[in-house]
């Protein structure tokens, strides 16, 4: 028989407790459950569910550059992580290739020592250079490698107290209905012992493979592509996970302009594939890899292949793919009834171009006429958001305070299409507009003229008021949109979608503004460098911490946290302080721009003051947490904060005590968010210095935290708010969402005119925007 099974752990006997550890983590739920075989997973985010699991390595993955010896790092890394999924009760096979490159290693080195005495003992030291290698057949190679192979991943997996098996095959194990038989039962007991079985044709014995030596249904087994496929479905695994040397399946041969990596790939979709060159290494290929996945997924596995070379990766490719994460090429054989994420942001990208070159009148039509469906069809919004709302309080998954952002009414339906006219107003002279003109040289002039920033991810949590605010800011400024609101709003934020749509195809833009509506996970989105301009989250602070977390090579705008800070001196009217912190905290608690922290200079200790404040707090059930300074202060004092970097929410702040203006200045540098912080005090010298010392995005004098939003200041809705340090910052409108473009005019101009040689002079003189050709905008 061809099929040898040679236990690679002796002290399997002596751990007469593995298999009572494995069933106690089933029992208690800390596996995934098995689930009944012959359909694969239609979706990524199934791919958690997987229980049984084989792992392929292809000989890119384990051999090194030179294709002598193994990549111990990467190789330890993979077996890392099979060893983490493992412990966690899922059951993990690996095929593995890596013998032949670890046999010619060896065989190498024997060869060069046998040669190297050889020579020296009849032609002298000075000949050892001249000494050439034979070619080393892989047969003997892979005899010669074998066992170093399985020696090192038994020394691996032993340092996670996981235990393995070596099973060598060959194609006519397949075809024997008793070997195959003998080779499924042996698997099922290694994993039913918890051990994770090595599996690799033998190479040694192995025939060169035959073409087209399929039999009908059944695929051959040629290199380890076909032997992972055949074992996978054999052994009815939920999924096979193809490690290679590139990122996935492209569209045409990796590194051509046009390659596109294949996020998705459907059994349909063979014919739109262009196969480049196989492997450096290995007897497969691209082509090979597809063949066998498509096999593997008609026998009920689901497959994803990725690459398992790439050093920034490697380390969690396996685990990031059964985390459902974006990564690879899923095969799938359920086709989504609409465009993917991908084909959605470049439909929005090419609309969007079309909607920038409109003239202003034409975005303020599509904007007004936006406004007008808010209240025509205010009847459907408000039914599809009563879905909402119920279903979000029969599942009581939201807070009172999301529950309130989640909820629309006729009056907020009113305000929404105010705020919309405001913004079709303010786009007359938004896009193209001219900041700076120069003449360079004579007949050489130069413009600086505002344009879109391009495509805008906004991701947005259980508001579905955002949507047509910055659906209309996106229209105003020209941007292609995609939006991703929370599953919580979903009925309402697919009526809006639909109005902004029916709004912009007034003029032939529909797809400029797209909702996400697929199971995409705002991680995956945010890795669309290549696509997507800017992203702006829009909800609680770890949404925005996640965000700015994901996004390799996106800018993010907006803020982490809110932590606001109203400062009262010393020399503050009462009742101003008493109606700026009662509206900074309690008008909306749950806002960004709400307060959070109290200040209060410490002469107002103990005066009828403070005693007024903490009355007003009381009386508004405000809970009160005390800073280290404020609780030295009292004998019994309330909570005292656990951090006074802290953003509530709620109705909750925290109180301390500062010495002067300066002291207020310095703990909100150290403590606050930089988002928006006020002063209450009739000194207007000491306004002054907390205005120009205090580094934040909004700084008040005299007025609430509230204000810091982007309708109070005039911008009819605002995308959100930035507390970055470029682009923009504070509340963000519609110029926030523009960036600039030089264009420069000559007649026949060149570099070498104004060369020592050259008959040109530079004037770089500035000229008044006003003077513009006719038909070109100016600021007004």
């Given amino acids: 028989m061809y099929l040898q099974k040679m236990f ?15 069933r106690r983590a089933a029992s208690q739920g800390k596996m995934p459950l098995a689930r009944a075989h012959g359909k694969s997973f239609a979706h990524r985010s199934e791919l958690r569910q997987a229980k049984r699991i084989v792992v392929k390595l292809g000989s890119a993955v384990v051999t090194r550059g030179d294709e002598c010896g193994l990549a111990l790092g990467r190789l330890a890394s993979i077996v890392e992580q099979v060893a983490v999924l493992q412990n966690q009760g899922r059951e993990m096979m690996i095929v593995t290739s890596g013998a032949v490159a ?18 020296a003992l009849h032609s002298g030291q000075n000949q050892l250079k001249d000494m050439a290698l034979p070619v080393l057949e892989a047969r003997a190679c892979a005899a010669a490698g074998q066992s170093g192979l399985m020696a090192l991943y038994e020394a691996m997996f032993t340092q996670y107290s996981t235990c393995t098996a070596q099973i060598l095959v060959t194609n006519l194990d397949f075809h024997d209905d008793q070997k195959r038989r003998n080779l499924n039962s042996t698997l099922h007991e290694l994993l039913r012992m918890n051990i994770v079985p090595i599996i690799n044709t033998n190479d040694a014995v192995v025939p060169p493979p035959e073409p087209n030596s399929d039999l009908q249904g059944v695929i051959s087994i040629k290199d380890n592509d076909s032997l992972a496929a055949r074992l996978a479905v054999e052994m009815r695994a939920d999924l096979l996970i193809a490690l290679s040397d590139v990122e996935g399946l492209y569209d045409s041969p990796p590194g051509s302009d046009d390659a596109k990596l294949l996020d998705t790939f459907y059994p349909g979709d063979q014919h739109s594939i262009t196969y480049g060159t196989k492997s450096r290494v290995g007897i497969g290929g691209m082509e090979a890899k597809v063949k066998a996945a498509l096999w593997a997924l008609q026998g009920g596995t689901s497959v994803v292949i ?4 790439h050093p920034k990766v490697t380390g969690h490719v396996i685990t990031d793919i059964v985390e459902g994460k974006k990564v690879g090429t899923f095969f799938s054989e359920v086709k989504p009834a609409g465009p993917t994420v991908e084909q959605q942001t470049e439909m929005a990208r090419s609309a969007g171009r079309t909607l920038a070159s409109l003239e202003p009148e034409q975005r303020s039509d599509i904007i007004c006429a936006f406004a007008d469906l808010l209240t025509e069809r205010k009847d459907e919004i408000l039914s599809a958001n009563k879905k909402d709302m119920e279903h979000a309080a029969n599942t009581g998954r939201l807070s009172p305070a999301l529950l309130k952002r989640l909820s629309l009414s006729s009056s907020k339906l009113n305000s929404l299409s105010i705020g919309l006219r405001q913004i079709a107003v303010s786009s007359q002279d938004s896009v193209g507009r001219v900041l700076r003109r120069t003449r360079v040289a004579n007949n050489l002039e130069l413009e600086q003229i505002t344009v879109p920033i391009g495509v805008l991810l906004v991701i947005f949590e259980s508001r579905p008021d955002c949507l047509p605010q910055v659906s209309a800011l996106a229209i105003a400024s ?30 032939g833009v529909k797809d400029a503004i797209q909702l996400v509506s697929t199971r995409e996970e705002v991680e995956d989105l945010c890795r669309l460098e290549k696509m997507i301009d800017l992203i702006i989250p829009r909800g609680s602070s770890q949404l925005v911490r996640d965000i700015q977390r994901s996004a390799k090579g996106i800018p993010v705008l907006g803020h982490s946290e809110g932590i606001c800070h109203v400062y009262v001196d010393h020399e503050a009217s009462i009742d101003k302080a008493i109606k700026i912190i009662r509206d900074s905290k309690c008008d909306y608690p749950a806002a960004c721009n709400a307060m959070e922290t109290l200040l209060v200079h410490r002469d107002l200790l103990r005066t009828p003051v403070f005693d007024q404040i903490i ?15 404020f609780a030295s202060y009292l004998t019994f004092s309330p909570s005292e904060v656990k951090s006074l970097r802290t953003e509530y929410g709620d109705l909750e702040c925290c109180i301390e005590v500062v010495d002067s203006m300066q002291e207020a200045v310095d703990h909100i540098h150290k403590y606050g968010s930089s988002h928006t912080d006020v002063i209450v005090t009739e000194n207007e010298e000491t306004a002054e210095q907390f205005l120009q010392q205090l580094d934040s995005a909004c700084v008040f004098w005299n007025a609430s935290s509230r204000f810091a939003d982007g309708y109070r200041f005039g911008l009819g809705a605002e995308v959100g708010i930035s507390t970055a340090r470029i682009h923009a910052r504070g509340p ?4 926030g969402l523009l960036t600039t473009k030089w264009v420069l005019r000559g007649e026949g101009h060149t570099a070498a005119d104004f060369s020592e040689q050259g008959t040109m002079t530079y004037l770089h003189e500035n000229l008044p925007v006003a003077q513009l050709l006719p038909g070109r905008r100016t600021t007004s």
């Fill in 8 to 22: 690679s752990c002796s002290r399997l006997l002596a751990r007469p407790n593995a298999l009572q550890t494995f």
């Fill in 102 to 119: 670890f046999g010619k290693q060896r065989l190498r080195h024997e060869i060069l020592l046998s040669q190297s005495v050889r020579q």
């Fill in 306 to 309: 990725a690459n398992g070379t």
């Fill in 478 to 507: 020209g941007n292609a949109l995609l939006l991703k609101g929370g599953k919580e709003a979903a009925n309402t934020n697919r009526i809006l979608h639909e109005l902004a749509q029916e709004a912009l195809s007034l003029h």
């Fill in 615 to 629: 009355d007003m707090l009381r009386t508004e059930h405000v809970k009160i947490h005390a800073g280290p300074k």
């Fill in 732 to 735: 963000v409108g519609l110029e």
